[in-house]
Each structure stands twice: as structure tokens, then as C-alpha cells.
């Protein structure tokens, strides 16, 4: 039987996104049929008026949420879901906002390469979440990038980073999801089914079970 290809909008400052990468994970490895699923990540800035340089976030959080105070309320809930499904938000050390440009650019990247971009996504997800880096800066990207691809440096990423190269492509990808009518990210679309957020493990599995029915039919 053929492949089954399942396509996820993402942003990597997205918390939802990557409690919805992990659940997909669990629902994928439950499957009868895991080896062949291929899920394709495609780029959804949440935030595309974050500036190239990023921000600090307290002045984000209050700029989106309407004070700090909110956003903090926020990050408790995120982090409760989180400790949920097995992941471990430490808000408290994330000091900017980045723009997800260049960190999508890496995935878009490694993509290109032919390599599988989720374990490089699960790395920007940790560093960005857990270890409060900021993946916005070049350096930061070049060095997680180079760890998930054998044949490039720290260097070589950076080169990539301070091109152009990909920036055409990310945006069109975003455009096309943004006319398909994607508001949302994680939004999973498989088949002729569409799920918006960060949907529970079962209803993946049942998702993903009826796809690969309705492929069989």
C-alpha cells in the first residue's frame, strides 16, 4: 500500500505545537502502519510582526496578551498541559520572543537535504522551551542544524542563515497554508481529514486509522 502523508502547520514559538509534535509522536508509533507514515512539517508564523531581531518577551507577552500578568496565566496552563504529555516548559528562562524565520528556514533546510526534520524540530522545540535559548539568533539555529546534519558545519549553517536562500520558499509555503484557509497552528491535515491544535493522542490514532481506510478503499 502506498505511504500515508500526513502534513502539520507549525511555528517553533508555538508551545501548542510542540505538545501537538509529541502527541503525534506516541499517536504514529501506536499505528499497525508506522513505517509507512511520512509527516511533512510546513512553516506558520504565528507571529510575522515580531521583528527580524526578535523582542524581548515580557514586551511581547503584553503586547499579544494585554499584560504580563496574562501571559503569565498563560504560561501555567501551557506548562500543566505539558507536564501531561511529557514535556517540560521552563518559561522562566525564556527572555525573548524570536522571529521564527530563520528557524524555519533550517527545518525548510533540512528538508531540502532529504534529511528528517523532526528530530531537528523536536531539538529547536527543546531549546526554545526547555533551555530558553533564543532560536532566533543565527548562531544558535547554525549550531543546533549542523548536529542534525553530518555533512555540514557550524559555518556552513551560518553561511546558509546569513543568505537569502529559502526565505522564497518558507514564505510560499506560508501563503499557500494561509489561502487554504490554515488559521492555527498545529493544524493537521491528512487525507481529506483536518484537525486544528493540539488534539489528544486517541483521536490521532483514530484520525490517522480512517485516512489510511479511506486510502485503502
Not at 31 to 49: A, G, M
Not at 89 to 103: C, E, I, K, V, W
Not at 179 to 198: D, L, M, R
Request: charged share 25%; aromatic share 8%.
Amino acid at each position: 500500500m502506498s505511504q500515508l502523508d500526513i502534513q502539520v502547520a507549525y511555528d517553533v514559538v508555538c508551545p501548542w505545537c510542540w505538545i501537538g509534535k509529541r502527541h503525534l509522536d506516541e499517536a504514529i508509533a501506536q499505528l499497525d502502519f508506522k513505517d509507512e507514515v511520512r509527516v511533512s512539517y510546513l512553516p506558520f508564523q504565528l507571529n510575522p510582526w515580531v521583528p527580524r531581531e526578535g523582542m524581548a518577551r515580557a514586551d511581547y507577552r503584553a503586547q499579544k496578551f494585554g499584560s504580563v500578568e496574562r501571559g503569565e496565566e498563560l504560561d501555567a496552563q501551557v506548562a500543566q498541559s505539558g507536564a501531561q504529555s511529557g514535556v517540560t516548559f521552563r518559561h522562566s528562562l525564556m527572555q525573548r520572543t524570536p522571529n521564527s524565520t530563520d528557524a524555519q528556514r533550517i527545518v525548510w533546510r533540512q528538508q531540502s537535504a532529504g534529511l528528517p526534520e523532526r528530530p531537528l524540530l523536536e531539538a529547536l522545540f527543546v531549546a526554545y522551551f526547555h533551555d530558553g535559548k533564543d532560536v532566533g539568533d543565527k548562531q544558535v539555529l547554525a549550531e543546533i542544524a549542523s548536529q542534525h546534519d553530518d555533512s555540514v558545519s557550524v559555518e556552513q549553517v551560518l553561511a546558509f542563515l546569513q543568505s537569502s536562500e529559502g526565505e522564497q520558499d518558507v514564505a510560499a509555503q506560508q501563503e499557500a497554508l494561509r489561502e487554504a484557509g490554515i488559521q492555527s497552528v498545529p493544524s493537521t491535515i491528512v487525507g481529506k481529514f483536518y484537525v486544528p491544535g493540539a488534539q489528544p493522542v486517541e483521536v490521532l490514532v483514530q484520525m490517522l486509522t480512517e485516512a489510511r481506510q479511506q486510502q485503502a478503499e
